[in-house]
């Protein structure tokens, strides 16, 4: 009796399984992302949006957890289960896609050679030849803070270094607000709030993340170990075991009016609108002494690009067109205000937070995350190191110094830069 | 085993028929899948190109120290990870067990389902619900230690890198001590009321019938849960990768063979995933298993006397 | 009398004892479920309070209700977790109680091999078995994660029930084959109801990783038909913002099928070693 059940069950599996796997007549593309977040702005305005103009073919967006990306997409494409449509993680990663021929090059792609190189640099060959994605979006690095506690401390916004500890120091003084709202347990807030954030001001932008390539720079140079160091001063001005402290604990910890600046990424202004019950600005990384150029981290994160297995090459190809078109720029950038568009049309945006934020790409020199071209490729990984080095910095573990030489040290063990 | 049905008779089809099923699912299903990822040891992809290699990748694993290093380290961690849980999940597991097999206790069923409960738990719940407990922040634990007087004694554990590890086997063990707690349990309901009654009429009650009585005839069965503690272990993943990310916080302190082998295989951010040099610590990894599991076949099953009831 | 009084003591350290531990096991659990009836700040500003008229909310269970489909997602998980404990069961006490009953050769060998899943993660195996089940056509029905969890929980299944087979009376089952009864009646009649206890804890370890799986699903079978309710709760964790609501949400509900189920696995446990009949 117990086998009949079981192969009736086994039966209805399978029934019920080729019955979803069933297509309609139209080609449906499907897409694999990693933003679970924006779920909701796909089915609701970027897909119909689409299909209205394109008849014939349908979308499908198919978001897993970030966590599990990367992973389960590298497993899809090496079985050839994946998707028609991928989301690019910036450089290496999808490099390496392109290299094992995962990736279609989207070189005749109409509109592509309308894309600025900063923005097509995450998504192409080392000699820039071929482009492999479509850029979409960006995020710019700074400080988001509270005004209402600003307005009652009467603080200003801080241009300089100086001018910025002064502040932490007065929020500190006061007691009623945890000056800045971050953590090290989940080491990338160091690494990306932290270093990232504050460093283009010390190794001047494109300047120096060139000459480090170039191996004219090393990272135990000041200009590298300087953002450290500053680093292990923000120590005195975070919250009691922020060693613990999540990035989760670290959202709410500011967006629950605990903390007064948040060392941010821009990626956060429409979370934070909807969570903060006060007003809030932003401002970028202070620079050394008034007058300094500054320099902010405005980093190219994510860009859609087509599985080169794809059964529907022409009507990927026609989606991606459209993705590269300055309609699905809009709708974008709108509805995700901090993702800011990679596209060479400009956008209107209306969150004034975003506007700030993005106000800055005209009186600041523009840059990437320094570990992200070329440095992280081999073992051990730039970009992790400096996840667990910052963390370290800031806990105490290590110190400045310790943390550059460590990371050039294992650099060093792979890289030779050209000559 | 010592019974075996007589040999007249040449071809015993009912055993292929028995092993059939199994063996052939988990053939195809597992070992196969298996064995494929296993001889990617044996190879590197350069240039797009797989060569075979040898055994250069376990050289490399062994010799380069930024390989070495993180191995070890991870190693090390895991040896930490199966002490806590011998020593701490599995005789909380056979004491609780020893309760609850109690014939007259009343509510035994009650207990056992709420200790149980955790080991149900995904991952996800285990670790988001002690972050939360455990956070400076929000105030659970660092509040309740102030009701009892003993504030000073909090510290964040999770981020500290001499506390991190200890924290997480602890909740490791939290969660999985119905594990053993059921083995031990069915293996006391088995034992036959006469034995009892016997060890009863001779006088021998209470604890001491069971360190003399009870515990050897349960032996076996906390034989099967170290080696399965030791297995499951050895292969643990989940909660670390949920409470502390893939690269193990802080400064590596937490990271295990599990950890350390998803890393290496699948990738983690702008690291990317390198089939070859994870195949390695994978097999590695399994070595080690089958180490420990021969050493308790062999060396320490035999040892343990069997009873047939 | 002196015996009475002492037994009545050593009752009380008992009870004393497991609710000790009872309220260990259960805190975080309480914790987790009232935290999913609160808003979202009220989370974070005062985790251990229970909801109030200004801090109670549905949001979560709303949210994971209006995603719509989370009714065909605990299907799914409910149909793969029980088909594959099914076929473990019987599998792996057939295979099991061939290595210890009968002496042939290869049969210390076998048993090794058989043994050889337990130690290495099943998850490393993922690209080959995705390849296998692309070329079967199996991606995106149950079937696949059927086989994948069947596969999965052999070993362990065969290595607790073989253990516990040896223990089996060999009087009885010789008492069986003087009468005639063929090794298959042996193993069915005979032998499995004695062994019921060792199953139901067979079952209870083979679900749990089943049903809290959140890798093969997310591989085989990522389609809105045949999604599980663990990954339909990953939803909701996204890159920078995660709706802890909705994730508490669905875990908690998760939790009740299984319970369920544990309570049915148990209660044979019970039944199996009071009804067998060798006592």
Redesign the interface.
């Known amino acids: 009796m117990m086998s009949k059940t079981m192969i009736a069950v086994l039966l209805a599996s399978s029934v019920l399984g080729s019955a979803g796997a069933a297509y309609a007549e139209d080609v449906t593309l499907n897409i694999e992302s990693w933003r679970n977040d924006d779920l909701p702005i796909w089915n609701e305005k970027l897909i119909p949006a689409f299909e209205k103009s394109h008849p014939g073919i349908k979308l499908k967006f198919n978001p897993s957890a970030p ?1 599990e990306y ?2 389960a997409l ?2 899809k494409l090496d079985a050839n289960s994946a998707g028609d449509i991928i989301t690019c993680r910036p ?3 999808s490099l ?1 896609l392109f ?3 995962q990736l279609a090059s989207l070189n005749d792609l109409p509109g592509i050679d309308k894309f600025s190189p900063v923005a097509k640099s995450a998504w192409e060959t080392d000699d820039g030849k071929t482009t492999f994605c479509v850029p979409v979006a960006s995020v710019i690095h700074g400080f988001i803070y509270n005004k209402e506690a600003f307005d009652k401390l009467g603080l200003k916004v801080p241009q300089t270094e100086d001018e910025f500890f002064a502040v932490l120091d007065a929020i500190k003084k006061d007691g009623t607000y945890i000056p800045m709202a971050m ?6 807030e160091a690494a990306t709030m932290g270093y990232q954030n504050i460093g283009p001001n010390y190794w001047k932008g494109e300047e120096g993340r060139k000459a480090l390539i170039a191996g004219k720079e090393k990272l135990t140079d000041p200009e590298w170990v300087d953002p450290f160091k500053t680093l292990a001063r923000w120590k005195d001005y975070l ?8 990035y989760p ?1 670290s959202q ?2 500011f967006t629950l009016g605990r903390a007064a600046i948040y060392p941010a990424g821009s990626w956060e202004i429409s979370g934070f609108n909807t969570q903060a019950q006060f007003k809030m600005g932003a401002f970028p990384p202070p620079v050394k002494k008034a007058g300094d150029t500054c320099y902010i981290s405005d980093h190219t994160d994510l860009g859609i690009g087509m599985n080169a297995k794809s059964a529907h090459p022409k009507e990927a190809k026609a989606f991606l067109e459209w993705v590269a078109s300055p309609e699905f720029a809009e709708i974008y950038a709108n509805a995700l205000p901090g993702f800011f568009s990679l596209n060479s049309t400009p956008v209107k945006m209306t969150d004034p937070l975003a506007q700030e934020f993005v106000s800055w790409r005209d009186k600041c020199k523009s840059t990437i995350r320094s ?2 071209q070329i440095l ?2 081999g ?6 190191e400096t ?2 080095e910052s ?2 910095v800031i ?1 105490g ?1 290590d110190t400045p110094e310790q943390a550059g030489e460590k990371l050039q040290k ?1 650099l060093d ?2 890289y030779k830069p050209a000559k | ?5 007589a040999k007249s008779r040449p071809v ?1 089809w ?2 292929a ?3 059939m ?3 052939l ?2 053939t ?7 064995f ?3 001889q990617l040891s044996l190879f590197r992809v350069e240039n ?1 190109l797989s060569t075979f290699v040898g055994l250069d990748n376990f050289r490399t694993l062994f010799g380069d120290p ?2 070495s290093v993180n191995f070890w380290n991870a190693l090390r961690n895991n040896v930490w990870f199966f002490i806590v849980h011998m020593v701490v999940q599995n005789p ?1 597991g056979v ?2 067990a020893a ?2 097999s ?1 014939p ?2 009343r ?1 035994s ?18 670790g ?13 634990a660092p ?1 309740m230690l102030d009701a009892v007087g003993l504030k000073s004694l909090f ?7 001499q506390y991190a590890l200890t924290t997480l086997s602890l909740i490791s063990v ?1 969660q999985f ?1 119905g ?1 053993p707690m ?2 031990i349990y ?1 293996a006391l ?2 034992i ?2 006469e034995i009892i009654e016997a060890a009863e009429c001779d006088g021998i009650t ?1 604890v001491a019938q069971f360190w003399k009585i009870k515990l050897p005839l349960i032996l ?1 069965s906390i034989g ?1 849960i170290s080696i ?1 503690t030791f ?1 499951g272990n050895f ?1 643990a ?1 989940d909660l670390i ?1 949920t409470t ?4 193990a ?4 302190s937490t990271d295990i063979l ?1 950890t350390f ?2 890393r290496t ?11 070859n ?3 390695t610590v ?1 097999s590695v ?2 070595f080690i ?2 180490a420990g ?1 021969c050493l308790y ?1 062999f060396g320490i099953q035999r040892r343990l006397r ?4 | 009398m002196s015996r009475a009084t ?1 037994s009545l003591s ?2 009380i350290a ?2 004393a ?2 609710i000790a ?2 309220v ?6 309480v ?2 479920v009232i ?1 999913s009836f609160k808003s979202r700040n009220a989370i ?1 500003r005062a ?2 309070q229970i909801p109030t008229q200004e801090t109670f909310s549905l949001i979560g269970y709303k949210t994971v209700i209006e995603q719509g489909n989370f009714f065909i997602y605990f299907q799914n998980s409910l149909i793969v977790t029980v088909v594959s404990i099914a ?1 473990v069961l ?3 006490a ?2 099991a ?4 009953e ?3 050769r290869g049969n210390t060998l ?1 048993g ?18 995705l390849e ?1 089940m692309v070329a079967s056509g199996l991606v995106d029905t149950l079937t696949a994660l059927i ?2 969890y ?3 929980g ?3 299944a ?3 029930l073989s ?1 516990f087979m ?5 009087d009885l ?2 008492a069986g ?1 003087i009468d005639g009864l ?3 009646r042996i ?1 069915f009649r005979l032998v499995l109801p004695l062994v019921r ?2 199953m ?2 067979v079952a ?2 083979t679900m ?1 990783p089943i ?2 799986d ?1 890798w093969f699903p997310l591989i085989l079978a990522p389609s809105e038909a045949t999604k599980t309710v ?1 990954l339909g ?2 939803m909701f ?1 996204g890159q920078y913002v995660t709706n ?1 609501n909705a ?2 949400a669905a ?2 509900l ?2 009740l099928p ?2 369920v189920l ?2 049915f696995f ?1 209660r044979q ?2 039944r199996g ?1 009071t009804a ?1 009949a ?2």
């Open positions: 966590t990367d992973a590298g497993a450089f290496d990663k390496a290299q094992k021929g953590g090290t347990k989940d080491l990338w919250g009691d075991g922020f060693e613990a402290q999540s604990d709410n910890m570990t992200y992280s490729r073992t051990p990984n730039l970009e992790n996840w667990v963390a370290n806990n573990t294992g063990s792979w | 085993m010592t019974n075996t049905p015993r009912h055993i028929v028995f092993l099923p199994a063996v699912i988990y195809a299903v597992m070992i196969l899948p298996l494929g990822t296993m797009n930024n390989w909380i004491v609780l309760l609850l109690h007259k206790l509510f069923t009650f207990y056992r389902t709420a200790i149980f409960i955790p080991t149900i738990l995904s991952f996800v719940i285990v988001f619900a002690w972050k939360l407990i455990l956070s400076p922040l929000w105030g659970i509040n510290a964040p554990w999770l981020g500290q890198e939290w001590i594990i059921m083995l069915a309901l088995s036959p009321d209470g076996p099967i399965l297995v292969n993943f990768y502390q990310g893939a690269l916080g802080p400064n590596y599990g082998m998803f295989f699948f990738g983690f951010q702008l690291q990317v995933g390198d089939r040099m994870g195949a994978a990894m399994f298993i089958l599991v076949l069997r009873y047939q009831f | 002492s050593r009752s008992a009870h004892i497991l531990y009872t260990i096991a259960l805190f975080p659990v914790v987790i935290n974070f985790p251990l076929l019987v599998f792996g057939m295979a109680f061939a290595l210890s009968y002496r042939f076998m090794l091999y058989l043994a050889l899943g337990i130690m290495i993660p099943i998850r490393l195996g993922t690209v080959s078995i296998l086989l994948v069947t596969a999965q052999l070993p362990l065969v290595f607790i253990e040896k223990q089996v009376s060999d089952k010789n084959r063929s090794e298959y193993f206890p060792a139901a804890t209870v370890f749990i049903w809290n959140l663990t709760a990953q964790i802890w994730v508490l875990l908690s998760a939790i299984v319970l544990y309570f148990s446990l019970i070693i067998g060798v006592k």
